[in-house]
T-cell receptor, first 115, second 112 residues
Framework: DVKVTQSSRYLVKRTGEKVFLECVQD?????MFWYRQDPGLGLRLIYF???????EKGDIPEGYSVSREKKERFSLILESASTNQTSMYLC??????????????FGQGTRLTVV | QQQVKQSPQSLIVQKGGISIINCAYE??????FPWYQQFPGKGPALLIA?????SEKKEGRFTISFNKSAKQFSLHIMDSQPGDSATYFC???????????FGKGTTLSVSS
C-alpha cells in the first residue's frame, strides 16, 4: 500500500517560531510537492522538487523554504511563522515526469495554527 | 491569474441524481486533467483522469467529458450516493508527473 506520511496531524506554533513540516514517501517517487489548502482557495502550490537537493518555487513560496536531502523525504520550513500561515498543509509525491503513471499521492495533511 | 477555474463552489444533489462539476483552463500546454476527491480529515485521492486525445472517459459512475476546443472539462457523477459527499478538485498539468494546478474545489452534498 503506497503511502505519504506527514509527521504531524496538528501543530500549534507561536508567531515568529521556525516551523518544520516533515513528509516521507515510501514509493520511490522522484517528485514531491507541498501545497497549502484554504477554504475557498483550493490547493495552492508552495514548492516542489523533482530530485534530491533540487527545488523549485510554486505559486506562493514567500515565507517558506524546503529541503530535500534524501529521495524519500521533503521538508517544508516556515522561517518565521506568521498568523497568515495558519492553514492545512498537504504533501504529495508522484513518479518521474514522462512516465505513464502520473497519479499524485497525498498525505493526510498537517493542520497548522499559528497564534 | 487563475489557471484552472472550477464551478460551482458547492452543490446539493438528491440521492440518485446526477452531479456535474465544471472546469475551464487557459494554458493550452496542459495535457493531463485529473479529478481528485477529498473526504474530511483526509488528503485528496485520485478519482479519475483524462488526456486530451479522448473526449470522454468513464469509470463506473464517474465520467469525465473533455472539450479541447473550448478548453473545458467536467465531472459527471451518475446515480449520486450519500457516500459521494466530499470535496472535488479538478486539476491540470502540462507534463506527466509535473506539478498539478488545482481548481478551488466543489463541495458536494448528496441528500438521502
Amino acid at each position: 500500500d503506497v503511502k505519504v506520511t506527514q509527521s504531524s496531524r496538528y501543530l500549534v506554533k507561536r508567531t515568529g517560531e521556525k516551523v518544520f513540516l516533515e513528509c516521507v514517501q515510501d514509493m520511490d517517487h522522484e517528485n514531491m510537492f507541498w501545497y497549502r489548502q484554504d477554504p475557498g482557495l483550493g490547493l495552492r502550490l508552495i514548492y516542489f522538487s523533482y530530485d534530491v537537493k533540487m527545488k523549485e518555487k510554486g505559486d506562493i513560496p514567500e515565507g517558506y523554504s524546503v529541503s530535500r536531502e534524501k529521495k524519500e523525504r521533503f521538508s517544508l520550513i516556515l522561517e518565521s511563522a506568521s498568523t497568515n500561515q495558519t492553514s492545512m498543509y498537504l504533501c504529495a509525491s508522484s513518479p518521474h515526469r514522462g512516465t505513464e503513471n502520473t497519479e499524485a499521492f497525498f498525505g493526510q495533511g498537517t493542520r497548522l495554527t499559528v497564534v | 491569474q487563475q489557471q484552472v477555474k472550477q464551478s460551482p463552489q458547492s452543490l446539493i444533489v438528491q440521492k440518485g441524481g446526477i452531479s456535474i462539476i465544471n472546469c475551464a483552463y487557459e494554458n493550452t500546454a496542459f495535457d493531463y486533467f485529473p479529478w481528485y476527491q477529498q473526504f474530511p480529515g483526509k488528503g485528496p485521492a485520485l478519482l479519475i483522469a483524462i488526456r486530451p486525445d479522448v473526449s470522454e472517459k468513464k469509470e463506473g459512475r464517474f465520467t469525465i467529458s473533455f472539450n479541447k476546443s473550448a478548453k473545458q472539462f467536467s465531472l459527471h457523477i451518475m446515480d449520486s450516493q450519500p457516500g459521494d459527499s466530499a470535496t472535488y478538485f479538478c486539476a491540470a498539468s502540462n507534463r506527466a508527473g509535473t506539478a498539478l494546478i488545482f481548481g478551488k474545489g466543489t463541495t458536494l452534498s448528496v441528500s438521502s
